[in-house]
């Protein structure tokens, strides 16, 4: 049994599910992965639909100064180890990974108490709180660079989930727009899309208004172009200022979809041409990755 724990948001999920692909395509039984996050995070989601089990905890992380909201964060911190002890009692891994993230603090806590091996993974250049914490009892540490600030460290890079990382031909980039289009605009032609350009904009789970304001005047002095198509995830705090209906069948204008959140960001990784983000080290990775396209 192996425990990967973390999550919050997807820089922490998603290289989490890439390890967990990569132990599967070793031989490791899917059954005999397990995660441990939190549920606050997009964790309990993504994981799923990855095909893995996974416990989600309560907690949230702690804000880098002083304020009433830390005595909440440090309750449900507290009964996240305690649920978190008891899901590492009955798991029994032989090794826990830690991903890093409020959500990786109760596992890897407990797997310390029981004398578990514990791995961690970090995605950015500095690492996370809980990682430096745990650095110190880690067998070893993963790192993205040389110089990431955590011991007995080996440079991996950042994992990258397999339906990114396999996808480097047109046909691939083809297949990921047709899903998208099922999914944002059913009942349109998917080869509407034809060899227009398609741009994807995105800020993060929570989105950024200046981005958002941004990628909505364009839309409206771009309404008549018919060679774009514009992916907007506008992100959960703006979503209802910022939404659009979808252009109705057979529209030869400018294609617009917008969604308040995007859980197949592989298939828009793929899919777009041109990519304008907030992004952390784990989406500059991937699409990095996804860049690297053969033409077939």
Request: aromatic share 4%; proline share 5%.
């Amino acid at each position: 049994m192996i425990v990967i724990t973390g999550g919050g948001t997807a820089g922490h999920t998603n290289p989490g599910i890439a390890v967990a692909e990569a132990l599967v395509e070793a031989g490791v039984a899917r059954h005999d992965i397990h995660f441990v996050g939190g549920q606050r995070g997009n964790e309990g989601t993504l994981v799923a639909d990855a095909g893995f089990s996974i416990d989600l905890l309560p907690g949230r992380g702690i804000q880098r100064k002083l304020t009433a909201d830390n005595v909440g964060s440090v309750l449900g911190l507290f009964k996240g180890l305690i649920k978190g002890l008891a899901i590492v009692s009955k798991r029994k891994p032989e090794v826990v990974v830690c991903l890093g993230g409020y959500a990786a603090f109760a596992a890897t806590a407990a797997a310390v108490v029981r004398r578990i091996p514990i791995v961690i993974t970090e995605q950015n250049a500095k690492a996370s709180a809980v990682n430096r914490l745990f650095g110190r009892w880690a067998k070893v540490c993963a790192l993205p660079f040389p110089d990431t600030d955590l011991p007995n460290g080996v440079v991996t890079g950042n994992p990258i989930r397999a339906a990114i990382a396999t996808s480097v031909l047109d046909s691939e980039r083809d297949e990921a727009r047709r899903r998208l289009i099922e999914r944002r605009l059913p009942g349109h032609d998917p080869s509407i899309v034809g060899k227009r350009v398609v741009l994807a904009v995105w800020a993060g789970s929570l989105g950024a208004t200046r981005i958002n304001r941004a990628v909505s005047d364009l839309m409206k002095r771009w309404s008549d172009r018919r060679d774009l198509v514009i992916y907007h995830v506008v992100g959960r705090r703006d979503w209802e200022q910022f939404r659009q209906d979808p252009p109705p069948p057979g529209h030869d204008g400018l294609i617009s979809m917008t969604v308040e959140y995007e859980d197949h960001m592989a298939d828009v990784l793929v899919g777009a041409d041109l990519v304008v983000c907030r992004a952390g080290a784990s989406t500059v990775s991937e699409i990095g990755r996804a860049s690297c396209r053969e033409r077939v």
